[in-house]
Every structure is written in structure tokens, then in C-alpha cells.
């Protein structure tokens, strides 16, 4: 089974490597720059990154873009540093030969604009890297069928990321009724398109909307719920990235013990 975590590139990008060895991982996720800053540096130690990804058993490697942008946004300024943002990240990934771009939608006031304001940012942009879309806790991209909306209306390859926290949050629940939100997922979007799993416990209830990770088996999601999610068929093949944020109670390398124990 595939499973990795969000780990810092602090000490470049070849560093997500050893990052990821040491908390006993086998894919992982980064940011290519810092997510609170439009600021990009040209990726450095290309080559060194792209020589050890061919050589290590650590994929997929995802980049996850900055939390500043929103394709959705009306405001000019804003959008134009979306697109940049966005375009650069799909360079980044093409020259470290990662394989996917992970992204949020975004957030309009009038979700039917965002949607199309979404759909027509994505379709002036060209690349042949991956793109994931993930699932958000509320507005754009809590429904399936947002997803869905713009998979069928964009030209480049896209499918999504499924983040359990958010999931839950959103309505989708995925402790009492799994196989069915995984129906919903494979009417709308067909579960083929299903890339990449967030593995994140829920702070809050069932539809809270609210987005607050927790570690994994103390959050409202559950021990049982994490190991029907990790031990389901349709599921078990894809890699998951734990994203809950390290603190006094757990790190990552605990929380990918943890859910190994869970795998049956
Ligand atoms: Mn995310
Ligand atoms: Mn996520
Ligand atoms: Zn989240």
C-alpha cells in the first residue's frame, strides 16, 4: 500500500527523499515554493531529484499548490497571480518529472460563476502534467458534481483527489455508508479518475463544513471508519497522504504506523 505524507522541501527538493524515508513512507506530497507567498524560485538540484526519483521506491510525488490562489476569483489582481501561480507549478512539476498538480478549485460568492470562471482559467493554460482537483469541505468543490462539471469542460488531463476530512465535513458520509459515496463518486466522476486519497480524520461532525484536520482514528472519522477506508477495495490502491499537521500528540511517522496497523 502506498502511503506518504505532506513533507517539507525546506532543505530542497531531493530532501523530500530522505524526509520521507525517515517517517517510514512510500509517496509524498509537497509544496514547490511557500504556500502563504507568491514568491517561486526556479527549482534548483533538478537533475539530483529526477536521478533518485527513478531510482527510489517513493511515488507518486505530488506538488499541492499554494494556498493564496483562487481561480475563482473576481478580483483581477488576484486572478492574474492565480494563473501565474498555477502555470508555474505545472513547469515545476514537468521539470522535477512529477507526476501530478494537486489543486483546489477555489471560492466565488456565486458558485455557478466560480465554476466557469474555474473552467475557463484552467482551459488558457497547457501542460501534460496530471492535474488533481480535491474535494473541499464547503462551497466549490464540496459536490462531486463540481468536479465532475469541470473535468468534462477542461482540456487538460484531470482527475481528483478524495480528502477524507473534507469528505466527511461536506456531507459525504463515508463512516456509515462508504460504498455509497464511492458510487457517487463513480456516477459523477468515474472512480478511474480517482488519483490520490488526503487521509485526514474530521475535528468536526458529519456536514459541519468545516475544514479541521485530525490524526487519524481521534477525529470524528473514526478507527473503524479509517480501516473500512484503508482495507476497501476500490481504495486500497491508491495512494494516501497524510496531511494532518504534526504536533505534541503525533507526528507523521506515528500516524503512518498508525495506519499501517489498520491494513488487514
Ligand atoms: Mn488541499
Ligand atoms: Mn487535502
Ligand atoms: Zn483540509
Known sequence: MRIGAHVSISKGFPSVFDEIKSIGGNCA????????S???????NVEEFRERYKKEDIK???I???????????DEEL??????????????????????????????RDPKIGLRRI?????????????????????IGSKF????????????????????CHAYAAGYDIVNDLDGVIGRIDESIGLKKLKLIHLNDSKFDLGSKRDRHEHIGIGKIGVDGFRKIINHPELRKIPKILETPVDQRRGFKENIEFVKRLIE
Open 29 to 36: 506530497q509537497i509544496f514547490s515554493h511557500s504556500p502563504r
Open 38 to 44: 507568491w514568491r517561486f524560485k526556479d527549482p534548483q
Open 60 to 62: 507518486p510525488i505530488v
Open 64 to 74: 499541492h499548490n499554494s494556498y493564496l490562489v483562487n481561480l475563482a476569483s473576481m
Open 79 to 108: 486572478h492574474k497571480k492565480s494563473m501565474e501561480n498555477t502555470i508555474k507549478e505545472f513547469e515545476t512539476a514537468k521539470s522535477l518529472g512529477i507526476d501530478y498538480v494537486n489543486i483546489h478549485p477555489g471560492s466565488n
Open 119 to 139: 473552467i475557463d482559467s484552467l482551459n488558457r493554460i497547457e501542460t501534460d502534467v496530471y492535474l488533481l482537483l480535491e474535494n473541499t469541505a464547503s462551497k
Open 145 to 164: 458534481e463540481d468536479l465532475e462539471y469541470i473535468i468534462e469542460n477542461i482540456e487538460i488531463e484531470t482527475g481528483i483527489t478524495l480528502d477524507t
